[in-house]
């Protein structure tokens, strides 16, 4: 396969992750190069196909399924990936009010860490707005 090939590829990988972020997180950038390195792109197309069925083809659409991610995440404790989908939330047209009610929604169903963890994400997210 030519190396433009392989660009365009990569690039259709990223073009998804854009679609659903408005940007190509840098984990995902680390996972397409290194299966550009040992020629693993087939995975990452295979993920990002998943990804994009999962989410864009759900009948829940792409705000709301944003907003759950953020609150399961939120209850799992991973702060980063809990990050990404409160921003993708936004991308997707929620507002930090719907994000305040996930955080308070995990308080009930995951204790007081994953709501604080909610309000920690929402008050960087409001201050970036400032």
Same mark, same amino acid.
């Given at each position: 396969?030519?190396?433009?090939?392989?660009?365009?590829?990569?690039?259709?990988?990223?073009?998804?992750?854009? +679609?659903?972020?408005? +940007?190509? &997180?840098?984990?995902?950038?680390?996972?397409? /190069?290194?299966?550009?390195?040992?020629?693993?792109?087939?995975?990452?197309?295979?993920?990002?196909?998943?990804? !994009?069925?999962?989410?864009?083809?759900?009948?829940?659409?792409? /705000?709301?399924?944003?907003?759950? !991610?953020? =609150?399961?995440?939120?209850?799992? =404790? !991973?702060? =980063? &990936?809990? /990050?990404?989908?409160?921003?993708?939330?936004?991308?997707?047209?929620?507002?930090?009010?719907?994000?305040?009610?996930?955080?308070?929604?995990?308080?009930?169903?995951?204790?007081? &860490?994953?709501?604080?963890?909610?309000?920690?994400?929402?008050?960087?997210?409001?201050?970036?707005?400032?």
């Amino acid at each position: 396969m030519t190396g433009d090939a392989i660009t365009e590829r990569v690039e259709a990988v990223r073009d998804r992750y854009r +679609a659903t972020y408005g +940007a190509v &997180p840098l984990s995902v950038e680390d996972r397409l /190069r290194v299966a550009g390195t040992f020629d693993r792109l087939d995975t990452e197309e295979t993920f990002a196909a998943l990804r !994009h069925l999962v989410l864009a083809e759900n009948h829940l659409g792409g /705000r709301i399924q944003q907003l759950v !991610h953020f =609150g399961q995440l939120l209850a799992l =404790g !991973h702060s =980063g &990936p809990a /990050r990404l989908h409160a921003r993708g939330a936004l991308h997707a047209g929620a507002d930090l009010a719907d994000l305040v009610g996930v955080a308070e929604t995990a308080l009930i169903t995951a204790g007081a &860490p994953a709501y604080a963890l909610g309000i920690e994400i929402i008050a960087e997210l409001q201050a970036g707005e400032s």
